[in-house]
T-cell receptor
């Protein structure tokens, strides 16, 4: 069964450093999402991406964040200058453009900012 | 954002049915009701969704009230693997279809 994959599973970085989280969505999906979940808190929407541009973004997704689909398979989330409060699980999700609108989530990347 | 209300936690005995309630009194006519669950240390996983009619799939059933202001996710026979946080989410038909998760219901299954 096709699945969303994410790398790395765990990323440790120093405050102020740039990080890039990578996702490989399911191959025929065209809508992509990033969510985050701070430890012990709810899952929060960050950004949705379709047709090579951002569809919607939340207040969390400020100028420090960017997304890119650099090729036909990867979907990345970049945090330019990490803060301690960016420590969280980051989930990528993808879906078809029509039908059930079911989003398929990846296993997540745990980001730890020291 | 979330627009849904769920109990914080519930318990069920293994192999018994579980009814997980969700209130969404401000639902609009075009909002779909989605249920996802998150097993420990995993990403959310689709369970079921519906608009007006009750729905069944291999994982669960979704019972939607006639006025659509509430719904109930039914797990017919709870297993230990069903222990998870269950999220009831409204999805607007005319949005980018991102999900706004609430705090969900943490289901404990007792052997």
């Amino acid at each position: 069964e096709p699945e969303v994959t994410q790398t790395p599973s765990h990323q440790v970085t120093q405050m102020g450093q740039e990080v890039i989280l990578r996702c490989v969505p399911i191959s025929n999906h065209l809508y992509f999402y990033w969510y985050r979940q701070i430890l012990g808190q709810k899952v929060e929407f960050l950004v949705s991406f379709y047709n090579n541009e951002i569809s919607e973004k939340s207040e969390i997704f400020d100028d420090q964040f960017s997304v890119e689909r650099p090729d036909g398979s990867n979907f990345t989330l970049k945090i330019r200058s990490t803060k301690l409060e960016d420590s969280a699980m980051y989930f990528c999700a993808s879906r078809l453009t029509s039908g059930s609108y079911e989003q398929f989530f990846g296993p997540g990347t745990r980001l730890t900012v020291l | 954002d979330a627009k849904t209300t769920q109990p914080n936690s519930m318990e069920s005995n293994e192999e018994e049915p579980v009814h997980l309630p969700c209130n969404h009194s401000t639902i609009s006519g075009t909002d779909y009701i989605h249920w996802y669950r998150q097993l420990p240390s995993q990403g959310p996983e689709y369970v079921i969704h519906g608009l007006t009619s009750n729905v069944n799939n291999r994982m669960a059933s979704l019972a939607i009230a006639e006025d659509r202001k509430s719904s109930t996710l039914i797990l017919h026979r709870a297993t230990l693997r069903d222990a998870a946080v269950y999220y009831c989410i409204l999805r607007g038909a005319n949005t980018g279809n991102q999900f706004y998760f609430g705090t969900g219901t943490s289901l404990t299954v007792i052997p």
